[in-house]
């Protein structure tokens, strides 16, 4: 099992332009998360997917944050316009949700690394 | 709303001194608990997991944790500290049930001294 597979790792862009994080969950979950990690506000939950379809995006900071799962295998955030402030390190987890709602755990990406300068 | 709170920003100990990590939440019912680690520029890692039964919960890398219904925590321990144990600790939880929504606490950063 390769886990939750994240890419670029690190990315660094200028203001203004759109930013596109990828993320493949581990085959068989579920439950798709997204999150972000500063220094200031620690780990966010941004959205979540179960069965890929959107459950709750509130913790989308703006407008300009999107996710997308078209499919089972494969997630999206774009930020557009990027803006300095978004800088952080972008996280996607997966799971496993049974229809009792028990768990086994989450799997987290390595995370990417997103600058915007 | 539920919360997770650690109260302890930073904490030092001396190689092979003991460690306990503080960790209480808010909930309306007994939720699922996590403790993960995170080194500097890596990912998190999943210590160990509470999700009923035996209370007390061990994990890897010699860790523990205990669930205390009463007091509304899950205090992460370990009886003799590693240099290699320097990192930050998150303690997390979702509700039972439902879509599982993950909420992380504010991290605990462990220094370690020889």
């Known amino acids: 099992d390769a886990g939750v597979i994240q890419s670029p790792r690190h990315e660094v862009t200028e203001m203004g332009q759109e930013v596109t994080l990828r993320c493949k969950p581990i085959?068989?979950?579920?439950?798709l998360f997204w999150y972000r990690q500063t220094m200031m506000r620690g780990l966010e939950l941004l959205i979540y997917?179960?069965?890929?379809?959107?459950?709750?995006d509130s913790g989308m900071p703006e407008d300009r944050f999107s996710a997308k799962m078209p499919n089972a295998s494969f997630s999206t955030l774009k930020i557009q316009p990027s803006e300095p402030r978004d800088s952080a390190v972008y996280f996607c987890?997966?799971?496993?949700?049974?229809?009792?709602?028990?768990?086994?755990?989450?799997?987290f990406g390595s995370g990417t690394r997103l600058t915007v300068v | 709303a539920q919360s997770v709170t650690q109260p302890d920003i930073h904490i030092t100990v001396s190689e092979g001194a003991s460690l306990e990590l503080r960790c209480n939440y808010s909930?309306?019912?007994?939720?699922?608990l996590f403790w993960y680690v995170q080194s500097p520029g890596q990912g998190l890692q999943l210590l160990l997991k509470?999700?009923?039964?035996?209370?007390l919960v061990q994990g890897i890398k010699g860790f523990e944790a205990e669930f205390k219904r009463s007091q509304s925590s899950f205090n992460l321990r370990k009886p003799s500290v590693h240099w290699s144990d320097a990192a930050e600790y998150f303690c997390?939880?979702?509700?039972?049930?439902?879509?599982?929504?993950?909420?992380f606490g504010a991290g605990t950063r462990l220094a370690v001294h020889p």
């Open positions: 987890a997966s799971v496993i949700i049974l229809r009792t709602g028990d768990n086994y755990g989450y799997t």
């Open positions: 085959s068989g979950h579920n439950s």
């Open positions: 997917f179960n069965n890929n379809v959107p459950i709750d």
């Open positions: 909930y309306g019912a007994t939720p699922y």
């Open positions: 509470y999700f009923s039964g035996d209370t």
């Open positions: 997390a939880v979702a509700p039972a049930g439902g879509y599982n929504k993950l909420i």
